[in-house]
């Protein structure tokens, strides 16, 4: 990645907003890529907005890739994303309605 000469922002407070946006960014390319980089049931991949990640344990909220979710250490989110599938949102209406024919996909 070419490196930007961050001098030519006047605004200081503008630059950080972006540095913070774009690390938010990328913590959230990374814990897709973790996942798998695409819906485990249809492989869609298309808008990396519409992914989430699956609980495979019930018990165990989902979480999905909002800003606040992206908080937490990336080693914490790394463990939560062992427990989980990474799925679109369609797909992911279909897990929890019960009609996803694809179950068998979901334990790999
Ligand atoms: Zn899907
Ligand atoms: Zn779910």
Same mark, same amino acid.
């Not at 979480?63 to 427990?83: C, H, P, V, Y």
């Given at each position: 990645?070419? *490196?930007?000469? =961050? &001098?030519?922002?006047?605004? &200081?407070?503008?630059?950080?907003? /972006?540095?913070?946006?774009? /690390? /938010?960014? =990328?913590?959230?390319?990374?814990?897709?890529?973790?996942?798998?980089?695409?819906? /485990?049931?249809?492989?869609?991949? *298309?808008?990396?907005?519409? %992914?989430?990640?699956?609980?495979?344990?019930?018990?165990?909220? +989902?979480?999905? %890739?909002?800003?606040?979710?992206?908080? &937490?250490?990336?080693?914490?989110?790394?463990?939560?994303?062992? *427990? $989980?599938?990474?799925?679109?949102?369609? $797909?992911?209406?279909?897990?929890?309605? +019960?009609?996803?024919?694809?179950?068998? *996909? %979901?334990?790999?």
């Amino acid at each position: 990645m070419p *490196k930007k000469d =961050t &001098r030519t922002y006047a605004d &200081r407070a503008e630059y950080l907003k /972006r540095a913070v946006a774009k /690390r /938010r960014k =990328t913590l959230r390319q990374k814990a897709v890529d973790y996942g798998g980089g695409k819906c /485990r049931v249809c492989g869609y991949k *298309k808008c990396i907005g519409a %992914l989430s990640f699956h609980h495979k344990d019930p018990s165990q909220k +989902d979480f999905g %890739l909002s800003t606040r979710g992206m908080t &937490r250490s990336w080693e914490k989110m790394q463990k939560e994303i062992d *427990k $989980c599938i990474l799925v679109c949102a369609n $797909c992911h209406a279909e897990i929890h309605a +019960d009609i996803t024919n694809n179950k068998n *996909k %979901l334990n790999a």
